[in-house]
């Protein structure tokens, strides 16, 4: 058993990177399908399939994560969805394709393969382990909720600056020569 304000922060987490990611994917899906293709792990028909569906699977999944009697559901996807993820980007890795765009920023932001990207889907899939655990039966009041919504702030927004620092991390290694 998990405090639920542990397992509700998970899985609030959780569904704000995958309605990110969803609208990223929405907003450009030519470019979404191109960086299926650039994976080289699906042939033609099937990229294009995956890349009109996949916005839609990302965001029943972080809905799931929103619904109380549904959240173990929502995390059982999310897991999977980031295991998917995951095993495409070691494939790449294991190929030597570092080159290509992991597809995980929105559209205007490359960022190359790379094991830091391995890194921060474990960290995620540990966390759609919490957001599924069962939970203690402690009424979320006042302070729980406070505590939920000052964690899900904290926790989205390092993972904001890791992302913003990952993603420039090979235009500041060219500007400093390196």
Same mark, same amino acid.
């Given at each position: 058993?998990i405090?639920?304000?542990v397992a509700?922060s ?7 990177i995958l309605?990110?990611g969803a609208?990223h994917?929405l ?5 979404f ?15 294009s399939?995956?890349a009109?569906?996949?916005p839609?699977v990302?965001?029943?999944v972080?809905i799931? @994560?929103?619904?109380?009697g #549904?959240?173990?559901? $929502?995390a059982?996807?999310?897991g +999977?969805? *980031? %295991?998917?993820?995951?095993?495409a ?9 570092r080159d ?10 490359e960022?190359p @393969?790379?094991?830091a990207? #391995?890194a921060?889907? $474990?960290?995620?899939?540990?966390? +759609?382990? *919490? %957001? ?13 909720l406070f ?6 702030a904290a926790?989205?927004?390092?993972y904001t600056?890791?992302?913003?620092? #990952? ?12």
């Amino acid at each position: 058993m998990i405090h639920p304000i542990v397992a509700v922060s998970c899985a609030l987490v959780l569904a704000v990177i995958l309605l990110t990611g969803a609208s990223h994917k929405l907003r450009a899906p030519h470019r979404f399908a191109r960086q299926i293709e650039d994976y080289a792990l699906l042939s033609g028909a099937a990229i294009s399939w995956v890349a009109r569906a996949l916005p839609f699977v990302e965001g029943l999944v972080a809905i799931l @994560l929103l619904v109380p009697g #549904l959240r173990v559901w $929502g995390a059982a996807g999310a897991g +999977a969805l *980031l %295991a998917l993820y995951t095993a495409a980007i070691a494939i790449n890795l294991w190929r030597g394709r570092r080159d290509i765009d992991c597809g995980c920023s929105g559209p205007g932001l490359e960022r190359p @393969l790379s094991s830091a990207l #391995l890194a921060r889907n $474990g960290v995620l899939m540990m966390m +759609a382990v *919490l %957001a599924g655990l069962p939970t203690g039966a402690v009424a979320l009041t006042g302070f729980g909720l406070f505590l939920i919504g000052a964690s899900v702030a904290a926790v989205l927004i390092l993972y904001t600056a890791t992302e913003g620092l #990952l993603t420039n991390q090979p235009r500041l290694k060219s500007l400093s020569g390196r």
